[in-house]
């Protein structure tokens, strides 16, 4: 690993994180939020210096092989933020339980996940407040994701491109650093590290 890289591993698997760390990784990102294999928060456990980010996913490729990914498991009775809040909580309950320290967890509430529309995914953007108040940090991954594409299509563009979806997450991102969001998942890293710093610009001439 390069001299000051961070290096973090997407897996749902023990042995895979168990691994990664062994060998300087310093994040494992588990986007089953430690339901797939229940043994990877006790490997983060023994990895004190580790993060793990926990992300709400209510099914493993559920209802995939359908027009709608996870359409089985995207009715939220109580309200797509108030589910996923609580949900995810439960998920981070289980994984202080197995030893995880307060200070390694950073919570993710899935964007595109279980959550295959604009209308789910938009209410989680705006309530992300209150993500932030758990005291945990946030992890937003919106980058290409369905939703983006079809709220681009809704504001009248005819056919978004990748490039349009990029242009769409930099502006993302850069909402999401106003609000406070730790870290911003993307595909363009450069889009997304311009919208953002042109935000910090806005708000250190507004604060003078």
């Known amino acids: 690993i390069p001299e000051g890289a961070v ?8 042995s895979v994180a168990r691994m990664a760390l062994e060998h300087g990784a310093q994040i494992i990102n588990d986007v089953s939020g430690g339901r797939l294999d229940c ?14 980010i ?4 209510r099914g493993w490729l559920a209802g995939s092989a359908g027009d709608v990914p996870d359409a089985d498991t995207s009715v939220y ?3 797509v933020v108030d589910d996923v809040y609580d949900e995810l909580m ?15 967890i950073i919570i993710d509430p899935g964007l595109g996940f279980s959550k295959p529309s604009v209308e789910h995914n938009f209410p989680l953007m705006t309530a992300l407040e209150r993500f932030n108040a758990t005291g945990y940090p ?4 919106a980058s290409r994701k369905r939703f983006v594409g079809a709220a681009l299509a809704d504001a009248g563009i005819d056919k978004p491109d990748m490039d349009s979806k990029d242009n769409a997450t930099a502006a ?12 911003v998942r993307v595909h363009d890293v ?10 910090n610009a806005w708000r250190a001439f507004a604060n003078d």
């Open 7 to 14: 290096l973090s591993i997407d897996t749902t698997r023990a």
């Open 39 to 52: 043994k990877v928060p006790h490997v983060v456990a023994e990895h004190s210096e580790s993060l793990y």
């Open 54 to 57: 926990v992300q709400h996913w």
């Open 77 to 79: 009775a109580n309200g």
């Open 90 to 104: 439960k998920q981070v309950d289980d994984v202080l339980q197995a030893g995880v320290s307060p200070s390694q």
């Open 138 to 141: 946030v992890l937003i991954g």
């Open 172 to 183: 993302i991102s850069a909402l999401c650093a106003e609000h406070g969001v730790w870290a």
């Open 190 to 199: 450069e889009k997304s590290r311009d919208a953002v710093a042109i935000g």
